[in-house]
């Protein structure tokens, strides 16, 4: 007669087994919080875990932001506290934006520069007016030399924003840094005759050709 098998018998687990569970489970869940949750919720990383997985590039973002001041001080570099949502972020100096009354100018000058010669044409600007400029020459290379004058420190004063000892061009802009003359002076060391076109867009009060020298 065959035999009823017997269910083994069920033995519930220990106080002490369930003790251990229980603070394993604890601590798994701490080491996820400080190693994971911190980093990429709140930008608290103590084990450096955060940083090596990239988790703290989810957090906030910064409350501060580098603002260079381009009008006049370029150099001067502020922190701004970043405000609230919605809420604009002060500028140290607001000429960044100068509202104008009248449109940009625009101009279009073709100069020929003989063999050995040489010339300059000069905006007169204010200071923090803006300009955008672009210039060829139809063949060869010259020699340019971008500078700016102003009247108040004497005949002798410049400053020299970029120089070019061989070029067939430039294109760029300028933020002027004091009220006076500001352009370029041109240079054919070659033994034909070239022609430089210039164009010019901004806010100048006005462009001067002296001619050839």
Do not use: C
Not at 62 to 73: H, Q
Not at 76 to 91: K, N, S, T, Y
Not at 102 to 111: K, Q, S, V
Not at 134 to 156: C, E, K, L, M, Q
């Amino acid at each position: 007669m065959p035999q009823t098998p017997v269910a083994p018998a069920y033995e519930p687990p220990s106080g002490r087994r369930l003790a251990v569970s229980a603070l394993v489970a604890v601590v798994a869940a701490a080491v996820v919080l400080v190693a994971f949750v911190l980093p990429a919720e709140y930008g608290v990383d103590p084990l450096g875990i955060g940083r090596a997985l990239g988790l703290t590039a989810l957090e906030q973002p910064a409350r501060t932001i580098e603002i260079v001041d381009v009008v006049g001080g370029n150099e001067q570099v502020v922190e701004a506290e970043i405000p609230d949502f919605g809420e604009p972020v002060p500028l140290p100096n607001p000429a960044v934006h100068q509202a104008q009354a009248e449109p940009a100018g625009t101009e279009t000058l073709e100069i020929t520069i003989p063999p050995e010669g040489e010339t300059e044409v000069k905006l007169w600007m204010d200071t923090s007016k803006s300009v955008v400029y672009s210039w060829s020459v139809d063949r060869g290379t010259i020699y340019s030399d971008f500078h700016g004058h102003t009247p108040d420190a004497g005949p002798n004063f410049f400053v020299r924003y970029i120089e070019h000892q061989e070029t067939n061009g430039g294109n760029g802009s300028l933020a002027a840094p004091f009220a006076g003359e500001h352009g370029w002076y041109w240079l054919n060391y070659n033994d034909f005759p070239v022609t430089v076109t210039l164009s010019v867009t901004g806010y100048y009060e006005d462009i001067i050709d002296y001619g050839i020298f």
